[in-house]
């Protein structure tokens, strides 16, 4: 790195797994960084997994930018007392890292730039308060402990969301024992939830469903998971009047197993689109019933909808 004689560097990534005792390659990977920095970095990838369960602090050189545009890391942590500001950053994705308020306060305060945020195996955050006007893609992928010293079902945490300028939303992976609500996305165009949890209660997550489709009722473009269909269907078996919020996608992708009584959760959610246009299925399972592929196709044409089978991968 000393040796390297131009005087800025566009990409640089580090990865590395180390040995609790392994000292003296953590002040390389700071020396690494700032000399990273002093050359206006661009894009940075950092990876650096500890054996001790004592993640990699972040340095302030870094965390306080001028040139980074695009950063992501991993397996890392910020300290209590960093400040994060980052006036070029458009994308950053964070993995495997505990969260803040206060650490997102200042990311929405310090990147005016930023266009795509990405948290993924995240935790800690109850207010995700996203109002920076150029942000327009938020993506939360599997909600748990950093250190996986916590099991979620014994700690339920509950965090709101408000992203008002954000376009493309994907909520999706594991979410066991969390609940969130979308205050404000009135921007939404595309919002894609396929995440999972565990089930604590059918009508409890008829409760949840209901306000976060009404949450998402904007979006034109809208995916749901497989267990939003069986919650609907299987109060529809017990009461055939359960009304859903009106939504306004107009292409609605639901990855579902057909059965023959996820058609009463599937017709249900199509009545409450009235502007729908097209309609893809994605089986979860390879081997689900061939019977209801021709039995749907009846069932459509009451919707006037295009429907679409996508290919298994």
């Known amino acids: 790195m000393r040796l390297h004689r131009c005087s800025n560097i566009k990409e ?36 650096v997994w500890v ?56 990311i929405s305060s310090g990147c005016p730039q930023l266009e795509s945020l990405e948290l993924s195996e995240f935790c800690g955050l109850h207010h995700l308060h996203i109002t920076s006007p150029k942000c327009m893609r938020l993506l939360l992928i599997d909600h748990r402990h950093p250190l996986n010293d916590s099991d979620p079902l014994d700690n339920h945490c509950f965090f709101d969301i408000i992203a008002p300028f954000v376009q493309h939303l994907e909520i999706s992976g594991a979410f066991h024992g969390v609940k969130f609500r979308l205050r404000d996305i009135s921007s939404l165009v595309h919002a894609d939830l396929n995440f999972h949890n565990h089930t604590w209660g059918v009508t409890n997550d008829l409760i949840d469903i209901k306000d976060i489709l009404a949450d998402v009722r904007c979006a034109s473009e809208l995916t749901v998971p497989s267990w939003f269909i069986e919650v609907i269907s299987k109060l529809m078996l017990e009461n055939a009047d359960l009304p859903l919020p009106l939504l306004e996608c107009k292409r609605l992708t639901i990855n579902s197993f057909i059965t023959k009584c996820s058609f009463l959760g599937i017709g249900n959610l199509l009545n409450s689109t009235p502007y729908l246009e097209n309609l893809t299925l994605l089986p979860e399972q390879v081997c689900f019933q061939l019977i209801s592929c021709f039995e749907i196709f009846w069932f459509l044409p009451l919707f006037n909808i295009f429907l679409m089978f996508a290919p298994f991968s």
């Open 12 to 47: 640089f990534s580090l990865e590395f797994v180390l040995n609790h005792d392994d000292v003296s390659t953590i002040s390389k990977i700071d020396k690494w960084l700032e000399i990273a920095v002093n050359k206006n970095v661009k894009d940075l990838c950092l990876k």
């Open 51 to 106: 054996s001790n369960e004592q993640p990699y602090t972040l340095p302030q050189v870094l965390c306080s930018n001028s040139s980074l545009v695009g950063l992501n890391c991993k397996y890392c942590k910020l300290s209590e007392n960093c400040v994060l500001n980052w006036p070029s950053l458009k994308s950053l994705t964070l993995t495997n890292l505990l969260l803040w308020d206060e650490n997102i306060k200042q």
